[in-house]
């Protein structure tokens, strides 16, 4: 192998690499998006089986994440007795 095809081999490689990680890079912070935007979506008539449609396409363990969470912060919003 010449010197010349192993710089083009090289750089083939680092283009491959670099492609794969921005994609990477990209679904991570729309899945992230994604997630947020179902914490914003989230009410008291939120459930396992009542999921808003923002929360669609977010995983179970995330989504049941988010419903203890929100559960929590509201569990004593608004009572008063």
């Not at 808003?52 to 396409?57: K, L, T």
């Amino acid at each position: 192998m010449s010197r010349r095809n192993g710089i083009i081999l090289l750089s083939v490689i680092a283009v491959v690499v670099i492609t794969i990680t921005v994609i990477a890079w990209v679904r991570g912070r729309a899945y992230d998006d994604k997630v947020a935007a179902c914490r914003n979506a989230l009410t008291e008539s939120s459930s396992q089986t009542n999921r808003p449609s923002a929360c669609e396409g977010v995983k179970a363990d995330d989504y049941d994440a988010l419903l203890i969470s929100w559960s929590l912060k509201h569990a004593f919003d608004g009572s008063t007795g």
